[in-house]
C-alpha cells in the first residue's frame, strides 16, 4: 500500500470543514489587552508632532507604542540576503502612505483601544505623492524615497536588473516584422478569509509566545527577534495553520508590534485587522508596468526580445527587488529567445507597499509574454498553438541566464490541450517532442542555444 | 447588440524553490514505542496540503502505513527551521527535508532489526510496516516490535533527521544577469485555453470553460494537485476579469475597503475547468514531484485576453478586462500604428507617451 499517488484525504481536512481547526483568532488567553494602530492619514506627509499622552493617560490604556520604542527599527524583508533595509517598524520622521502603522494602543478592550488611538495628537503636512510608475524617473516628480524613486541596490550597485543575451541589434535588423506592446496587470488583495491576526503571550520565564499567521514560522521569527535585538529562544513561535495566505502572510505585519506591547504592558495582546484594513492597509499583488518589443520572423521565429519592467513597488522595497529578479529570469516564458535586452526597475510611489503574491513575479511576465505571443499570431497569421509549439523551450536550450533545461514540458502541455480541445495541428507539430532540437526545429538561429549535451 | 464567443490559449513555464535558491528546509522524525511515527517540520500549512503531502512522503520512505504517521508543524520549539510556504517550495524542498529524515530514522530502524533478526541491515528492507529480508520474506519482524526493542532492550531511540539547501546561485555578472548554477530546484510547464462569451452591449465578460494541462513532475496526491490547480484557476480568473485594488490604476481613488466593494471570484464565476496532468519527474525532488502551487495562477489572464479579442476584435492588456474597459475598446477600436517594419501597439499606455523624458523605451531601428 503506497501513500504517494494516493488520492489520500486532507490532513487536516476534516478539523476544517467541522470548524474544529485551532486558528489564532481561536486562542483564548485570560488578560489579553486588544491592540489598535493610528495609521496614517495621508499618502505622503512629515510628520510634523505626535503626542500620545492623553491616550497613555486613559483608564484601561496599558501601553502605547511609537518608534521610540523599537530597539532596531528598520529590518528588512531582505535583510538576511544582505539588501539594506529602508522601512520603519512604525513611521518615525515621515509617512509614505495611507495606511502607513505610526502608532500602536494596548487597551482592556477593543473599544477602549480604538478611543485611545483617537486620542492620540497628530500632525502631519502633506507632501506632493507620486503614483505612477511612468513619471517615477521625471525630474519634477516627487521624490518618495531615501534612495532616490527606484531601487539602487542591484548586484554591482546597478539601479536596475538587467538580462543581456546575444545581440539584439542584430536580430531586430533580420526580422522581418517588430512587433511592440504594453501590458499592465493590476494591484490585487490575497484576500485571506482570516486577516492579519496574532496574539503575544508573555511568559514567567521571560520567554514571549507568539501565536502567528504567518506562512513561514522560522523568518517571522527571524524579523521579530532583529527588531527586538533578542536570541531566537526567547521567541516561541507557534502556528503552522493558516487561514489563506496567497504570499501575503510572509510580510510578519502584526508580530513585531504586538511583541513590543506586550513588553511594554507585561500583558498578552491581541492585533486582529479588520477587514477594511486588509483590504487597504495590507500590502497587496504589485501592479507591473511591461514593454515588449519582439524581433520575429514571417514564419513565426522569434529573434529577439527587448523588455522594459516597471514594478510598482509602493512605498518601501520589501520582497520587490527578489521579485524583479524571478521576473527577469523569466520574461522569455515558455520559449528559447535567443537575443535579449531586459531592463527592469523597482519603482517607488506613495501607495501600500506591494508583496509577495502566489506567482510573485511571474504571473505578470507570463501574461505579458503570452498576450503578446497571441498577438504575434494573429499579426502574422499564424496558428497560436503552432507559433507557440516551434519556439517552446526543448531539452538543451538554454534559458535566459544560461542555464540548460533538462526536463522542458512546454511541448507535451501545449498538445494535450490541443488534444482535449480537438484541435487538428499538421503531423510535423502533433508529433513534436521535448527532446533536443534537430532538423526543422533547429533554425540557424537557435544553433548557437544550444547547451552540451553532457549538461542535460 | 450581442453576445461573441471566443477562446484563447497560454503556455507557461514557473520555477520550483525561492529564486535563486539557499532556502533551507529541515525536519526531524522520531518514533514511539509501538513504532507510530512522529514528523516534526516548520513547513506552514496554508491550504496548500502541505501536512498530508510531507506525511505521504514520510510514510512511504519509512515503510509504514499512512495513518501511522502524526505531523506537528506547530511551534518552533520541536519543530526545526524551514524557510516557508511560498516560492512553491513547502512540497520540493520541504518535502525532500522529510524524505531524508525518514531515510536517516529508517537507517536507525534497520540497525535494531538487523539485531534481532541477526541479520546484516544492509540486507534488509521495510513493507508495509514490516522489516523483511531481501529475498527471504519469512524471516522479517513488525516495525512495531522493532521500536519496541530499541525501547525497552536497547535503550535506544529511533530517530532521524534530514535538511535539504539547494545552494545559493549568485549572479555572477550584473550586466547580463548571466548564473553558473541552477538558480531553482526544478521547473514546471502548463498550457492553459480559456473560453468566454462577451456581451458587447453590457461588455460582461464570462468565462465558460477552462482546459489546463500542468506537468506536476508526479502527482503524490492527485486529489490535492488538482486542487490547487482548480483553485488556482479561480484566482487566475480573478486576476483577468475581476479584481483590482485600484480601479483607475495609477490613481489611488476608489479603493474597495470590503467585500461588497472588492470582486472576488465566487462560486457564480466558476467555469468548467479541465484538468490535465503530466508526470514528467524531476530528477531531484521528493519521488519526482515538482511544486505547482503558484503557478495555478498564471496562465488563465493571457488565455482570457486572447479570448476576448478572438471574441471581440479588440486587445485589452490592461487587467482586469472590466465591462468598462470592454466598452471603452469596442468604442475606441484601436488600431496599432504600422511603422515600416515596427508594428506599435497600446502607444497611449507607453512611458514614452507619459513620462517628461526620465524613461524611454527604444527599439533598435
Redesign the interface.
Known sequence: ????????????GVAHVTGRTQFVDDVRIAGTLWAKALRSPA?HADIKSLDVSKAEAMKGVLAVITWKDVPLLEYGHLSA?GIPADEPLLAKDEVRY?GQPIALVAAEDEETAQAAVDAIELEVEEKPAL???????????PKVHQWGNWYPH???E?DR?????GS??EA??R???????????????H?PVETQVCQVVPEADGRLTIYSC??????S?GVVAAHLQVP?NR?????????????G??DTATETMCSLLTLKSGRPVKWRWT??EE??CSS?RA?W?M?I?DAVTKDGWILGR?M?T?H?SGAYSRFSP?GL??H???HT??YTIPNLE?DGYVVY???VPTT?M??????SV??????H???IA??LGLD??EI?LKN??RIGDTS????V??????V???L??AD??GHELPADYRTMSSERREGEWLPEHLVGQLGNPEDH | MAMHKGRGISAIEYPTGMNQNGDPSQAWIKMKPDGRVDVFSGTSDIGNGSKTIQSQIVADTLGVPYDWVTYDNTNTDSSPLCTGTFASRATFVAGMAVKKAAESARTKLLEIAGKELEIDPADLEVVDGEVVAKGAPQKKISVSDVAAAATWTYGELITGTGAHLNPYAPIVDPETGRVEIPPHAAISYAACAAEVEVDDETGDVRVTRLVQCFDVGTAINPTLVEGQIEGGAMQGLGLGVLESCYPYYPSVENRGGQFGAYLAPGMEDLPQVDTLIIENPSADGPYGAKGIGEMANNPQPPAIAAAVYDAIGVWITELPITPERVLRALDAKAEPRRDGKVVIFDEELSVNAVSNGGMRFEVPA
Do not use: C, W
Open positions: 500500500m503506497k501513500a504517494v499517488g494516493a488520492r489520500l484525504p486532507r490532513y487536516d499618502h540576503l495611507k503614483f505612477d510608475v511612468r513619471k517615477a524617473f521625471d525630474s519634477d516628480a542591484f548586484e554591482g546597478m536588473r538587467q538580462i543581456r543575451k539584439i541589434d531586430f535588423d526580422a522581418d516584422t517588430i512587433i511592440q506592446g504594453v501590458y499592465r496587470p493590476a494591484a490585487i488583495e484576500v504567518t506562512q513561514a514560522l522560522y523568518f521569527m531566537l521567541l516561541k513561535f507557534v502556528g503552522g495553520t493558516v487561514g489563506g495566505g496567497f504570499g502572510k510572509v477587514r477594511e483590504f487597504l497587496t501592479p508596468h514593454e518589443a527587448k522594459l516597471l510598482d527578489y529578479t524571478k527577469s529570469f523569466h516564458g515558455a531586459f510611489t506613495n501607495r509577495a502566489r506567482g510573485f513575479g511571474v504571473t507570463s501574461f505579458a509574454a503570452e498576450t505571443m497571441s498577438r494573429k499579426e497560436p498553438f507557440r517552446a523551450n535566459p541566464n544560461g542555464v533545461y533538462t526536463d522542458p514540458s512546454t507535451p502541455t501545449i494535450a490541450v482535449e480541445l
